[in-house]
């Protein structure tokens, strides 16, 4: 370790020069700049619509009819289109005490760079963080790459956790000086960041040298002890704050533009409990919590980016520019539900009250492409803040391909302003931009174990219905063709498919790029359509030897080619590949700097390839849940582009596959389904196949929990798992091991959707035998919202309890886990083998 010439001295004294401030500005383009609109009235959805498992969220100036109304955040008002008016909305109904809104002037953006904690941890060095910065500078910053974070482990002895709060030591891992490795970052056209836990400590020196900053006994020993240090500031005194300023400005000083400040709920909770310590006790504990922000802010100024950490320190809202939201992730699927429980938790913040961190994104192996491409994909589909945290210099092409696609996060804001309480499945972002207005849908599986179809309406979206609508699959770079009503597409376990959806006119359109995930937000500067000429006029943003795609679709009707295209810098002509496919054209090119291209692109009509389809063979339905089937043919022989569904006398929507979703369904009811081949140009089948189905006879006289659609449970970090104790390892009561059932951490719930099918309900109960503890835990069965069973408190040595309930005529089935009186904390309640009879 490297010890500065005086403990003290090391937090009053600035070391370096302040250096360069707003670097981060510096780089932002001129056409992200903050809108001096804001804040401004935004379109609003105060509650889910007609489809619970649609996510909406807008990119520019957005309308849509399935907006509730329009929230003002200088108000803090929602305004219904009934005219009545939600007041105090943000504090009252969402409570978010000190709720104001977003100050977008020095940061339009969330930040997008690199973290070091998850793959080096505490094992981080200077010279790893070097090598990762240099990285960025020649592969990603071109993609809006601004961030370089060096996390826990460059100060006191670099190990540990509470007894490593020293901010006056440097670890010997970093004698180059954290100073020198700020000035590094910045040279190479970066912006230095930091992580700390700032109000704790744990160099007794210092507690010693000034008693009056920490939280101390009687006896002179901590009066908070926690992860968050051996001792914890004091915030009621005028010291504290000299003390916090003191050392954020020395942070400052030595060149560090972005603060990571972790542990603030652990800190807002100790503030709170442990007010007999303070030496001026008098006064709200949430108050002295934002005054040692407002002191920490005094010292960074108003030019640097100060992050809060971890879960959600809400009482920070105002003073910081944005905050985690979550849970630490980790590299596997795991880790993506932990980002996609923090955004269904708290979306609602983001770029309204702050920017939310829902945690890095890590795409490297061994975590499978397709799940990486999913945790991309959500990242970037939500423009929260984007950091990755993998060594860099280690990813493979197709792991560097997914972030150069998500970089940088942009200016995305939910519609949704309220916390989900399940997680959905349609992400819709609908974006307006140069007066191209389309939808970016991710669609998600979250089953690891198994792949299947998801469906999309395009009512439940808000588009034309009964128009068609042109569809294009972005991750393959693939047109799926011209359709009405919907789509429903097959999914892989634990994946994403990402669909651009434009509404289909009577001539050739731009339906995607492939710069960014939003398709042209980024890239496009401008894009206009000449009839006369029947050709298209654009410049966009090209990145360095990145092929740069402009994809072009055509009415169903009409087939038209690329005749002729023209690329040009301001140094000369680019080279075009030019690929014409039927109902679709690509044109791609590659710009030998960093610069904006100008391109023009002509049409000519061409010929359409019709060939004759015929209806599917063998229709079959499948029960998916307790209203649902999964429709399945045999997949033919011959060419197809896809399928049309028709239920009841009723187009429903497309597949491109021999498998479509429906959902939704009355048990009781008998159906007609009808499918028929389509081909390009929407010529279908001159025959259908059909088939009548019932669901309730469908279903089997067994079906296991796991099987049914959740309707709602508990939001938060841990949730209820399905076939797997919370923590993901496998269900275990006394020392046997069961394949099936739901694991839940207490103070949580889950519902089933099961509409009245089946007469009983039984599982066994009992503590996980992960279950370190004797903590006792209630067993509940709700039913309708009526208490069906109750257990009595059990504990560990119980074991496995038997539980047979009747559920006749229960239309949604409710489990409920809670500790055992004088019980803190979370205890493993497992419902192992739970399954619904008939």
Same mark, same amino acid.
């Given at each position: 370790?490297?010890?500065?010439?005086? !403990?003290?001295?090391?937090?009053?004294?600035?070391?370096?020069?302040?250096?360069?401030?707003?670097?981060?500005?510096?780089?932002?383009?001129?056409?992200?700049?903050? +809108?001096?609109?804001?804040?401004?009235?935004?379109?609003?959805?105060?509650?889910?619509?007609?489809?619970?498992?649609?996510?909406?969220?807008?990119? *520019?100036?957005?309308?849509?009819?399935?907006?509730?109304?329009?929230?003002?955040?200088?108000?803090?008002?929602?305004? !219904?289109?009934?005219?009545?008016?939600?007041?105090?909305?943000?504090?009252?109904?969402?409570?978010?005490?000190?709720?104001?809104?977003?100050?977008?002037?020095?940061?339009?953006?969330?930040?997008?760079?690199?973290?070091?904690?998850?793959?080096?941890?505490?094992?981080?060095?200077?010279?790893?963080?070097?090598?990762?910065?240099?990285?960025?500078?020649?592969?990603?910053?071109?993609? &809006?790459?601004?961030?370089?974070?060096?996390?826990?482990?460059?100060?006191?002895?670099?190990?540990?956790?509470?007894?490593?709060?020293?901010?006056?030591?440097?670890?010997?891992?970093?004698?180059?000086?954290?100073?020198?490795?700020?000035?590094?970052?910045?040279?190479?056209?970066?912006?230095?960041?930091?992580?700390?836990?700032?109000?704790?400590?744990?160099?007794?020196?210092?507690?010693?040298?000034?008693?009056?900053?920490?939280?101390?006994?009687?006896?002179?020993?901590?009066?908070?002890?926690?992860?968050?240090?051996?001792?914890?500031?004091? %915030?009621?005194?005028?010291?504290?704050?000299?003390?916090?300023?003191?050392?954020?400005?020395?942070?400052?000083?030595?060149?560090?533009?972005?603060?990571?400040?972790?542990?603030? %709920?652990?800190?807002?909770?100790?503030?709170?409990?442990?007010?007999?310590?303070?030496?001026? %006790?008098?006064?709200?504990?949430?108050?002295?919590?934002?005054?040692?922000?407002?002191?920490?802010?005094?010292?960074?100024?108003?030019?640097?980016?100060?992050?809060?950490?971890?879960?959600?320190?809400?009482?920070?809202?105002?003073?910081?520019?944005?905050?985690?939201?979550?849970?630490?992730?980790?590299? &596997?699927?795991?880790?993506?539900?932990?980002?996609?429980?923090?955004?269904?938790?708290?979306?609602?913040?983001?770029?309204?009250?702050?920017?939310?961190? %829902?945690?890095?994104? @890590? =795409? /490297?192996?061994?975590?499978?492409?397709?799940?990486?491409?999913?945790?991309? $994909?959500?990242?970037?589909?939500?423009?929260?803040?984007?950091?990755?945290?993998?060594?860099?210099?280690?990813?493979?092409?197709?792991?560097?391909?997914?972030?150069?696609?998500?970089?940088?996060?942009?200016?995305?804001?939910?519609?949704?302003? #309220? $916390?989900?309480?399940?997680?959905?499945?349609?992400?819709?972002?609908?974006?307006?931009?140069?007066?191209?207005?389309?939808? @970016?849908? &991710?669609?998600?599986? #979250?089953?690891?174990?198994?792949?299947?179809?998801?469906?999309?309406?395009?009512?439940?979206?808000?588009?034309?219905?009964?128009?068609?609508?042109?569809?294009? +699959?972005?991750?393959?770079?693939?047109?799926?063709?011209?359709?009405?009503?919907?789509?429903?597409?097959?999914?892989?376990?634990?994946?994403?498919?990402?669909?651009?959806?434009?509404?289909?006119?009577?001539?050739?359109?731009?339906?995607?790029?492939?710069?960014?995930?939003?398709?042209?937000?980024?890239?496009?500067?401008?894009?206009?359509?000449?009839?006369?000429?029947?050709?298209?006029?654009?410049?966009?943003?090209?990145?360095?030897?990145?092929?740069?795609?402009?994809?072009?679709? #055509?009415?169903?009707?009409?087939?038209?080619?690329?005749?002729?295209?023209?690329?040009?810098?301001?140094?000369?002509?680019?080279?075009?590949? =030019?690929?014409?496919?039927?109902?679709?054209?690509?044109?791609?090119?590659?710009?030998?700097?960093?610069?904006?291209?100008?391109?023009?692109?002509?049409?000519?009509?061409? $010929?359409?390839?019709?060939?004759?389809?015929?209806?599917?063979?063998?229709?079959?339905?499948?029960?998916?849940? =307790?209203?649902?089937?999964?429709?399945?043919?045999?997949?033919?022989?011959?060419?197809?582009?896809?399928?049309?569904?028709?239920?009841?006398?009723?187009?429903?929507?497309?597949?491109?596959?021999? @498998?479509?979703?429906?959902?939704?369904?009355?048990?009781?009811?008998?159906?007609?389904?009808? =499918? $028929?081949?389509?081909?390009?140009?929407?010529?279908?089948?001159?025959?259908?196949?059909?088939?009548?189905?019932?669901?309730?006879?469908?279903?089997?006289?067994?079906?296991?929990?796991?099987?049914?659609?959740?309707?709602?449970?508990?939001?938060?970090?841990?949730?209820?798992?399905?076939?797997?104790?919370?923590?993901?390892? &496998?269900?275990?009561?006394?020392?046997?091991?069961?394949?099936?059932?739901?694991?839940?951490?207490? /103070?949580?719930?889950?519902?089933?959707?099961?509409?009245?099918?089946?007469?009983?309900?039984?599982?066994?109960?009992?503590?996980?035998?992960?279950?370190?503890?004797?903590?006792?835990?209630?067993?509940?069965?709700?039913?309708? *919202?009526?208490?069906?069973?109750?257990?009595?408190?059990?504990?560990?040595?119980?074991?496995?309890?038997?539980?047979?309930?009747?559920?006749?005529?229960?239309?949604?089935?409710? !489990?409920? @886990?809670?500790?055992?009186?004088?019980?803190?904390?979370?205890?493993?309640?497992?419902?192992? +083998?739970?399954? !619904?009879?008939?």
């Amino acid at each position: 370790m490297c010890k500065l010439s005086s !403990l003290l001295t090391a937090l009053l004294i600035a070391l370096l020069p302040a250096g360069q401030l707003s670097l981060a500005q510096s780089r932002i383009p001129s056409s992200v700049r903050p +809108d001096t609109r804001w804040p401004r009235p935004i379109p609003a959805r105060i509650q889910d619509g007609a489809n619970k498992d649609v996510v909406i969220m807008t990119l *520019g100036e957005v309308e849509t009819a399935l907006a509730d109304g329009v929230f003002d955040p200088r108000k803090d008002e929602v305004r !219904l289109k009934d005219g009545s008016v939600k007041t105090d909305y943000y504090k009252e109904t969402l409570g978010v005490k000190f709720f104001q809104a977003i100050d977008k002037s020095r940061f339009p953006l969330p930040p997008s760079g690199w973290c070091s904690w998850y793959f080096y941890y505490q094992e981080i060095n200077e010279d790893e963080v070097k090598r990762n910065a240099k990285w960025i500078s020649e592969n990603l910053k071109d993609y &809006g790459a601004q961030y370089v974070q060096i996390d826990d482990g460059w100060q006191g002895t670099g190990h540990g956790l509470g007894e490593n709060r020293d901010w006056t030591t440097i670890d010997k891992r970093f004698s180059g000086g954290m100073d020198r490795l700020a000035a590094y970052i910045k040279s190479l056209g970066l912006v230095p960041g930091i992580w700390l836990a700032p109000h704790g400590q744990s160099n007794e020196s210092v507690v010693k040298n000034q008693p009056a900053v920490f939280l101390i006994k009687a006896d002179g020993s901590s009066a908070s002890n926690t992860w968050e240090g051996k001792f914890l500031v004091d %915030p009621s005194t005028p010291e504290t704050q000299l003390y916090l300023k003191a050392l954020f400005t020395t942070l400052s000083k030595w060149g560090y533009e972005y603060f990571k400040i972790d542990g603030q %709920p652990i800190v807002t909770r100790e503030f709170r409990t442990r007010k007999e310590f303070m030496k001026n %006790p008098a006064g709200d504990p949430d108050e002295m919590y934002r005054q040692t922000l407002k002191s920490i802010r005094e010292a960074i100024g108003p030019d640097r980016y100060l992050l809060g950490c971890w879960v959600i320190p809400m009482e920070g809202v105002g003073i910081m520019n944005g905050s985690r939201s979550g849970a630490d992730v980790v590299a &596997g699927w795991d880790g993506f539900k932990y980002a996609l429980r923090a955004t269904s938790q708290y979306y609602y913040l983001h770029n309204v009250a702050w920017y939310n961190d %829902p945690d890095v994104l @890590v =795409v /490297r192996a061994p975590v499978p492409i397709e799940q990486a491409r999913a945790w991309a $994909s959500l990242v970037g589909l939500t423009g929260q803040a984007l950091l990755t945290s993998d060594r860099l210099t280690d990813l493979s092409a197709d792991r560097v391909e997914l972030l150069r696609r998500v970089y940088p996060a942009v200016d995305i804001r939910p519609l949704d302003l #309220f $916390s989900y309480d399940r997680n959905k499945h349609v992400w819709d972002l609908k974006i307006n931009h140069l007066g191209r207005k389309y939808d @970016v849908v &991710g669609l998600f599986n #979250f089953d690891e174990g198994k792949s299947g179809p998801r469906y999309v309406s395009w009512k439940d979206l808000g588009l034309p219905v009964g128009k068609p609508v042109h569809v294009f +699959d972005f991750w393959n770079q693939e047109y799926l063709g011209t359709w009405e009503h919907g789509v429903s597409l097959d999914l892989l376990p634990a994946s994403c498919r990402v669909i651009t959806l434009l509404a289909a006119e009577d001539q050739p359109q731009l339906i995607s790029t492939n710069r960014h995930i939003t398709q042209g937000w980024i890239d496009l500067v401008s894009a206009d359509y000449d009839a006369a000429r029947n050709s298209y006029r654009g410049r966009s943003r090209a990145i360095k030897n990145d092929p740069y795609q402009l994809q072009f679709v #055509f009415p169903r009707a009409k087939n038209f080619a690329i005749s002729r295209v023209t690329v040009r810098t301001s140094t000369g002509k680019v080279d075009a590949k =030019v690929l014409n496919h039927q109902g679709w054209a690509t044109v791609e090119f590659t710009s030998p700097k960093t610069t904006e291209v100008s391109w023009e692109v002509s049409f000519e009509p061409a $010929s359409i390839y019709r060939f004759p389809v015929k209806e599917p063979g063998q229709l079959w339905a499948e029960y998916a849940g =307790v209203d649902g089937v999964n429709l399945r043919w045999n997949a033919q022989a011959q060419p197809a582009t896809g399928y049309q569904v028709i239920l009841n006398g009723n187009v429903v929507g497309f597949t491109p596959t021999n @498998v479509f979703a429906l959902r939704g369904l009355d048990p009781n009811v008998t159906y007609t389904v009808e =499918v $028929s081949t389509a081909w390009q140009d929407g010529t279908l089948s001159p025959k259908k196949a059909q088939i009548k189905f019932n669901v309730g006879q469908l279903l089997p006289a067994e079906i296991s929990l796991a099987e049914l659609e959740i309707v709602s449970l508990t939001p938060g970090w841990r949730q209820p798992e399905l076939d797997r104790a919370y923590t993901g390892k &496998g269900l275990s009561i006394g020392g046997k091991h069961y394949p099936t059932g739901v694991g839940m951490p207490t /103070r949580s719930e889950i519902e089933f959707q099961i509409k009245g099918n089946y007469q009983t309900f039984s599982a066994l109960v009992g503590i996980d035998d992960e279950q370190n503890n004797e903590g006792g835990v209630e067993f509940t069965v709700m039913g309708d *919202g009526r208490e069906l069973w109750h257990s009595e408190v059990l504990k560990k040595a119980n074991g496995a309890i038997p539980v047979k309930v009747g559920v006749a005529g229960v239309q949604r089935l409710q !489990l409920v @886990v809670k500790n055992g009186a004088n019980v803190n904390g979370r205890i493993h309640g497992d419902w192992v +083998d739970a399954k !619904l009879l008939k």
